[in-house]
Structure formats: C-alpha cells, structure tokens
C-alpha cells in the first residue's frame, strides 16, 4: 500500500522577494506531525539539514535550533530581511515507505511555480536546492516548464548550474546549488574543486563548500 505524501507548508514569500529558494517537499515526518526537539517546524526545518546553519553564517543573523515559536520567527525574519522565499515545487505525492528520498516520489503533483513567479514580479532568481537527477527541484521545475510553454535556456553547463527562465517578459535566473541535505556529502567529496581545497586545507570542509558556493547566489 502506498503513503500519501502531502508538503506540510504553504510557500513563504515576502513582498519585494528577489530570490526564491526551490526544493522539493520536506521528510514525511514532518506532514504527519512527528518533529523531534531538535527539528524546527518550518521549511528545511530537519535538525540534519544545513540550510538554515549555512544562512545563518551568510547573513550573520543567529537562529534558534529547536522546536519553539521563536525559532520559526528567526527564520521568517532572517527571509524578510533579505527578501527571500521559499516555495517547494511538491504539493503531494506517494510514497511505498517512509523515507525522504527525491527517487522514491511517485504520483507527484506539482506546485503552480508559473502563477507564484508572474504574482510576484520582483523575483529574480531561482536557487534550486539540488541538481538535474531525476525528481530533483531542477527536473521537475524543467518539467513544469514544459507542461506550461515557458522557455529555458542553459547559460552554464558546469556546477552550479545556470539556465534562464524567459517569463511575462522577464529573465529569472535559475541556479542549481549543491543540496544542504547531508546525503549530498558524498557527491561534494568526489567534486574536483573540493579535493583541491581539501589538499590545501585539511579543515576544509563540506560545509564550507557549500557555503562559499551559496554565498555567491543569496547575497549577489
């Protein structure tokens, strides 16, 4: 029998946002109300994520980890401040087990990214949190595109990755970030320009590869 999957948030987009940050659909323990102490009841809000710890460091803004009000008002603020989004592209889908994997979505309804980007004319940018495998936010974004007739045009082959999203007359730029998720640790590994860092560096970390790459996309 399979579980019916459904995104436990509505998207979260400031008026004047530039950037929207785009992913999938959070673990299903967090639509079937089963959050840990440690886990904050908002998007990316998985005490193994790294999202939150890498804006942190980005926008210098501190941010409470646990399960409290307070710490979903951090985030909130730290988004408004900066005038960034979040909004997944999964509304629901169905799974055979209780796991968070992209691969094991099935039956995937999409969020109307299309409606969202033509209301809120000031975005700008697009920060897919994750690459082009498959029912990752970049496919299934390239997928909506193509339900929807809007054209996108690939500026950078290399990670991260850049396409332009030609809408309503507007350009948005379309950048895929390496994942916060832990599990994208072994990908960053066997990345080249990690490697040289590591070698020059021994406390290089996966952390700091991440941030250095998100820092060129939230803040520019």
């Not at 985030?75 to 509304?91: P, W």
């Not at 969020?111 to 940018?125: Q, V």
């Not at 054209?151 to 290399?158: A, D, G, N, P, Q």
């Not at 990755?161 to 948005?172: A, G, Q, V, Y």
Request: aromatic content about 10%; some cysteine.
């Amino acid at each position: 029998m399979s579980i019916r999957h459904e995104h436990p948030y509505s998207p979260f987009i400031p008026e004047k946002c530039t950037k929207l940050i785009v992913g999938t659909i959070p673990p299903p323990r967090f639509s079937k109300g089963e959050i840990d102490q440690r886990d904050v009841d908002f998007c990316y809000g998985s005490r193994f994520g790294l999202l939150w710890p890498i804006l942190e460091r980005i926008f210098d803004f501190p941010l409470a980890y646990d399960n409290t009000a307070e710490a979903i008002e951090q985030r909130k603020q730290l988004l408004v401040k900066n005038r960034i989004g979040i909004c997944d592209m999964v509304q629901s889908c169905t799974r055979e087990r209780m796991e968070a994997s992209d691969m094991g979505m099935k039956e995937i309804r999409l969020r109307n990214l299309k409606r969202i980007l033509e209301k809120y004319n000031d975005i700008e940018t697009l920060l897919f949190m994750g690459g082009n495998s498959k029912n990752g936010p970049e496919y299934l974004f390239k997928r909506h595109a193509r339900e929807n007739d809007l054209k996108l045009i690939l500026k950078r082959s290399e990670s991260p990755r850049i396409n332009e999203l030609d809408i309503s007359d507007r350009k948005i730029k379309c950048v895929s970030l390496i994942s916060p998720s832990s599990a994208a640790n072994r990908a960053i590994g066997g990345h080249p320009l990690y490697k040289a860092k590591r070698a020059a560096d021994k406390n290089y970390t996966t952390l700091d590869f991440r941030l250095e790459q998100y820092q060129a996309f939230f803040v520019n």
